[in-house]
């Protein structure tokens, strides 16, 4: 079967790193996806990875390794507005999006 | 102005009762997905569609069913709805056009089913 594993609950302090891993196991690989979503809201695309390496977009980071089937979002600076939970999805052979369940990340001040 | 709608925001029913929720977006994609969103889970598919005459179904499709009425309006169905459809649902679209393929989300609609 096809499973993306992530933890449910972090948290980290204001103006410190966290990194938030996911593994998948899926029937083809087309890219990894995070994205942001805030309780109660839509999600929220952040980053995209289809070759291995890190994406570096602001204080926003996302790393691959396909041979590992791993990825992780880094997070600097944290400020309040980060809590949210943190959403890693993976495009299958058949071009559709698998989900993990989420990252709850809590900001401490 | 939104570019992925949904209407209702909220919407609460009764066991039995026929249900539809809708979808409209501004961004000219041609695909549109239909998922729920329950606490403690990924998000899963209901339904997709590619363009106005491609319908399919995703991992959990019993019970909803839909239509494409145009390339920018995609709308889901509960036929009959019962209790354990209580739900958070998101529309999304993307771009055929795009190497990702990114989907962007409609604001959600809360349905509780009594």
């Known amino acids: 079967g096809q499973n993306i594993d992530q933890p449910t609950e972090m948290t980290a302090t204001e103006g410190a790193i966290v990194q938030i891993n996911c593994t998948y196991q899926t029937s083809g690989f087309n890219g990894l996806f995070w994205y942001q979503q805030h309780a109660g809201e839509a999600p929220t695309f952040l980053s995209y990875?289809?070759l291995d390496g890190l994406e570096e977009k602001g204080r926003f980071s996302s790393f691959l390794s396909r041979s590992k089937g791993y990825s992780y979002l880094l997070l600097k600076e944290l400020q309040m507005k980060d809590s949210a939970s943190y959403l890693c999805?993976?495009?299958?052979?058949?071009?559709?999006?698998?989900w993990g369940a989420g990252t709850k990340l809590i900001i401490k001040p | 102005d939104a570019d992925v709608t949904q209407t209702p925001r909220n919407r609460i029913t009764k066991t039995g009762k026929r249900i539809m929720l809708e979808c409209s977006q501004t961004k000219g994609h041609d695909r549109m997905y239909w998922y729920r969103q329950d606490p403690g889970l990924g998000l899963r598919l209901i339904y997709y569609?590619?363009?106005?005459?491609?319908?399919n179904k995703g991992e959990i499709s019993d019970g909803y069913s839909v239509s494409r009425q145009a390339q920018a309006k995609f709308s889901l169905s509960l036929e009959s709805a019962i209790p354990n459809q209580t739900a958070l649902y998101f529309c999304?679209?993307?771009?055929?056009?795009?190497?990702?393929?990114?989907?962007?989300f409609g604001p959600g609609t809360r349905l509780t089913v009594l």
């Open positions: 990875n289809v």
């Open positions: 999304a679209t993307s771009d055929l056009q795009t190497d990702t393929d990114t989907q962007y």
């Open positions: 569609s590619f363009d106005v005459k491609d319908i």
């Open positions: 999805a993976v495009m299958d052979s058949n071009y559709q999006l698998i």
